[in-house]
């Protein structure tokens, strides 16, 4: 059976080149990067290293990277963090309403905690208009979160415009870029963030490893205890394999970026156009130009969004019916709720992603496999037979 991923926004597999990086670190060079003897020093070389590399790709200071277990725990900890270190500022906390699992969850901990959360709605592409930002904040607040970009639904915020509107009322800026860096330009200076996460395996480094960028100056709460690692900032102990890989993988994504970036936006541009000329009764979801390149969500009017995903995943193809954190669920997608979908809707959706090694043979071959399993399902489908008067789906 041919096997096709078109799922890069769950996770990515790790560059050959970013493999022959890490594997010293996990046999002879295998020491803790905190220990004083030889074995450790060698670990803590090689961390050290990696740490410089990521800041002068990212322009900014190596004071200023924390190496984290993933996007998860560096959001946990920026929103966590800042909101329980500035409460002084103010006992407000203001996330959009399209964020990550990873940000509402926290946010909800806040809650219980007795800061007042506000959630920003987004306009009907998903993008959080400035003036939306300006209106929540006529409180004091400690930090205002808003994702880079919607893992989900693509859509590129305007992260400025916002993060300059947060400072004006002294609040905290910072941004999940999980699903940007290595994919779109991400300019840490341009953008005036305080904090900003980002994962290694969202652009082809391994699993287990993240960076939480923090500004000098802005000192958020530790989340973890129990050591002296990272700067005495987070305990645990280095994983130096994940560190050497990440730094490498992000080195070669920047590289590449531009070439990459064509590469998959030519895919999924390919494929949307198919799709939409294809298939009646769809939509497609998020902002056509504030967008990353490799997203294309759409949801099947009359179909159920878990059924195309398994019909698919018989058929060799890999996508999502959601956010990978969060695809177990039975419930709709928040973040297709909060642009206006209605709920029968967003039970249609699918989440296709394209990667650099994505081909047109992939593209055809889904649209292909895609066109005879909805047109299968609404068959099938009660609803569909009475929106088409009885008549056979074509």
């Not at 905190?34 to 190596?62: C, T, W, Y």
């Not at 924390?66 to 407000?92: C, I, M, P, Q, V």
């Not at 590129?156 to 004006?168: D, G, W, Y």
């Not at 989440?351 to 992939?362: H, I, L, M, N, S």
Request: contains cysteine; negative net charge; charged residues 25%.
């Amino acid at each position: 059976m041919k096997r096709i991923y078109l799922d890069y926004a769950a996770t990515t597999p790790v560059d050959p080149e970013v493999l022959q990086t890490m594997l010293p670190y996990f046999t002879e060079k295998f020491g803790n990067a905190n220990s004083m003897h030889g074995f450790g020093q060698e670990g803590g070389v090689a961390v050290d290293a990696a740490r410089r590399k990521i800041a002068d790709l990212l322009r900014v200071k190596p004071t200023e990277i924390y190496f984290t277990s993933g996007g998860t725990e560096a959001d946990n900890w920026a929103l966590k963090g800042a909101a329980r270190a500035y409460r002084n500022k103010g006992a407000r906390v203001i996330v959009s309403g399209v964020e990550h699992a990873a940000l509402l969850g926290s946010a909800k901990q806040l809650e219980d905690e007795g800061f007042d959360v506000v959630y920003l709605q987004p306009d009907g592409d998903g993008i959080i208009r400035p003036e939306t930002l300006e209106k929540a904040l006529d409180k004091p607040t400690s930090i205002v979160s808003v994702m880079l970009v919607n893992n989900e639904i693509g859509t590129i915020q305007p992260i400025r415009e916002l993060a300059e509107i947060a400072h004006k009322h002294g609040a905290l800026f910072h941004t999940d870029a999980v699903q940007a860096v290595g994919a779109i330009p991400v300019d840490i200076h341009e953008l005036n963030v305080d904090l900003l996460s980002f994962s290694g395996h969202k652009f082809y480094g391994p699993k287990g490893i993240g960076v939480l960028y923090v500004k000098s100056g802005v000192k958020p709460d530790r989340l973890i205890a129990g050591g002296h690692q990272e700067r005495t900032r987070r305990g645990g102990t280095t994983n130096v394999p994940a560190v050497v890989g990440l730094a490498a993988a992000l080195e070669k994504a920047l590289n590449n970026l531009d070439k990459n970036a064509r590469h998959i936006a030519a895919m999924r541009d390919r494929f949307v156009e198919a799709v939409e000329r294809r298939i009646p009764h769809v939509i497609y979801n998020g902002d056509r130009i504030r967008r990353t390149p490799a997203n294309a969500n759409f949801s099947f009017e009359y179909v159920e969004g878990e059924s195309i995903l398994m019909r698919l995943d018989l058929e060799g193809i890999a996508c999502s019916s959601g956010s990978a954190c969060s695809s177990g669920s039975l419930d709709p997608s928040h973040v297709l709720l909060a642009i206006g979908l209605p709920e029968e809707k967003a039970h249609g959706s699918i989440r296709f992603t394209f990667g650099k090694d994505t081909t047109q043979e992939d593209v055809d071959y889904t649209v292909e496999k895609l066109v005879a399993i909805i047109e299968n399902l609404r068959a099938m489908s009660p609803l569909f037979a009475e929106i088409k008067g009885g008549q056979k789906y074509v």
